[in-house]
């Protein structure tokens, strides 16, 4: 029988912080964290890389991981502005976000694209987490099942496995916009996404942690956090400060 995944909440504080302000606010939510006896989750933040640093720092000795929020797909060359896996990893990382859908959005990135730095994240040794989720056009057409069932056929590789894989949902028309499907959809999606995985992967994906990510909040975390497949939420806006973040990870404390 595979275990219940442990929950993971991340942060992805997107382009968003300075070091006058960014360390200190990790503090802060180190200093909550440890007055917890035994978390019964993991807690990740994902600042700019500028930051990445300055938060190893600050996090030291800390239950709080740092991630990066998206790394190249080759381990170095002439890849003026990016960064690689490796970088990430000797910066302090653990973790890296792949395929966030502003990435996909912004910079045109295809599943086969993410499926690449997937891959070079974990041959670095980071965990990967892996975002897909549909458009509000998409939504709309009743075509919300068959573009995430794409988006992880293209997006996960063979050696994706339950620890060094996270998959996160994030419909992208629910994401900085304070909407949220209803809980019935959230079930019906993280149900689609964990029987693909499982169908897939075996133990590994039903073991896999599975994220929901998209206008999360302390209003809503607790309803969100309770739905069958959900093991944590990757959060964007209310990650910055500790007073939005903390009622999201107490939750899963």
């Known amino acids: 029988m595979v275990a219940t995944p442990r929950p993971l909440i991340a942060g992805n504080w997107k382009m968003n912080g300075l070091k006058s302000a960014g360390p200190r606010e990790a503090k802060k939510l180190a200093t909550r964290m440890g007055k917890v006896a035994k978390p019964q989750c993991d807690v990740l933040i994902c600042p700019p890389a500028t ?5 190893r720092d600050a996090l030291k000795g800390s239950r709080i991981a740092i991630g990066g929020q998206d790394c190249h797909g080759n381990a170095s060359g002439a890849h ?18 792949i395929g966030h859908s502003e990435r996909r959005a912004d910079h045109g990135e295809s599943s086969q694209e993410v499926r690449v730095k997937a891959d070079a994240a974990q041959a670095a040794g980071l965990t990967a987490i892996i975002c897909v989720g549909e458009t509000a056009a998409e939504r709309k057409a009743g075509q919300t099942l068959k573009v995430v069932g794409k988006q992880l ?23 900085g916009t304070g909407l949220t499907p209803t809980v019935d959809d959230v079930r019906q999606v993280h149900g689609f996404i964990r029987a693909r995985l499982r169908r897939r992967f075996r133990d590994d994906g039903a073991a ?26 990757l959060v964007g806006g209310a990650s910055l400060t500790t007073a939005d973040f903390w009622p999201i ?4 404390i």
């Open 153 to 175: 056929t293209a997006s996960l590789a063979k050696g994706c496995t339950a620890k060094n894989t996270v998959v996160a949902y994030e419909p992208v028309w629910a994401i």
């Open 208 to 233: 896999m942690r599975l994220l929901y990510g998209g206008s999360v909040k302390g209003s809503n975390a607790e309803e969100l956090m309770a739905v069958d497949n959900v093991n944590g939420a």
């Open 249 to 252: 990870v107490a939750t899963c």
């Open 51 to 55: 930051l990445l640093a300055p938060l």
């Open 80 to 97: 003026t502005g990016d960064i690689s896996a490796a970088m990430l990893k000797d910066s302090g990382c653990r973790y890296v976000i």
